[in-house]
T-cell receptor, first 116, second 107 residues
Framework: EPEVTQTPSHQVTQMGQEVILRCVPI?????FYWYRQILGQKVEFLVS????????KSEIFDDQFSVERPDGSNFTLKIRSTKLEDSAMYFC??????????????FGPGTRLTVL | DAKTTQPNSMESNEEEPVHLPCNHS???????IHWYRQLPSQGPEYVIH???SNVNNRMASLAIAEDRKSSTLILHRATLRDAAVYYC????????FGTGTSLTVIP
């Protein structure tokens, strides 16, 4: 069964450093998403991406965040200058139908980011 | 986006049905109702979604009130693997996860 994969599973970085979290969505999917979950808290939407551009973003997704689909398979989340409060589990998701109202999102296993 | 209200936690005995309620009184006419679950140390997993009519799939059933202001996720026979946090999400432009209902299944 096709699945969303994410690498690395755990990333440790120093405050102020840049990190890139990588995701490989399901191959025929067209819509891509990033979420984060701070330990013990709820899952929070960050951004959705379609047709090589951001379609929606939350207030959390400020200028230090960026997303990119550099090739036909990868979808990345970059955090330019990490802060302690960026420590969280980051989930990538993808879906195949138009509009989040109508379709199932498939989530990856997550990348745990620890900022020291 | 419509706000949802779910009980913080519920318990069920193994092999018995579980009814997980969700209130979404501010739902708009075009909003779908989605249910996801998150098993410990995993990403969220789709369970079911619907608009107006009740829905069934291999995992669960979704019963939607006639006025659409509430819905109930039904697990027909709870297993230990169903222990998870269950999220009811009413979609607008973004997927907002609430705090969900933590389901404990008792052997």
């Amino acid at each position: 069964e096709p699945e969303v994969t994410q690498t690395p599973s755990h990333q440790v970085t120093q405050m102020g450093q840049e990190v890139i979290l990588r995701c490989v969505p399901i191959s025929n999917h067209l819509y891509f998403y990033w979420y984060r979950q701070i330990l013990g808290q709820k899952v929070e939407f960050l951004v959705s991406f379609y047709n090589n551009e951001i379609s929606e973003k939350s207030e959390i997704f400020d200028d230090q965040f960026s997303v990119e689909r550099p090739d036909g398979s990868n979808f990345t989340l970059k955090i330019r200058s990490t802060k302690l409060e960026d420590s969280a589990m980051y989930f990538c998701a993808s879906s195949d139908l138009a509009g989040i109202n109508y379709n199932e999102q498939f989530f990856g296993p997550g990348t745990r980011l620890t900022v020291l | 986006d419509a706000k949802t209200t779910q009980p913080n936690s519920m318990e069920s005995n193994e092999e018995e049905p579980v009814h997980l309620p969700c209130n979404h009184s501010t739902i708009s006419g075009t909003d779908y109702i989605h249910w996801y679950r998150q098993l410990p140390s995993q990403g969220p997993e789709y369970v079911i979604h619907g608009l107006t009519s009740n829905v069934n799939n291999r995992m669960a059933s979704l019963a939607i009130a006639e006025d659409r202001k509430s819905s109930t996720l039904i697990l027909h026979r709870a297993t230990l693997r169903d222990a998870a946090v269950y999220y009811c999400i009413v979609t607008g432009n973004q997927f907002y996860f609430g705090t969900g209902t933590s389901l404990t299944v008792i052997p």
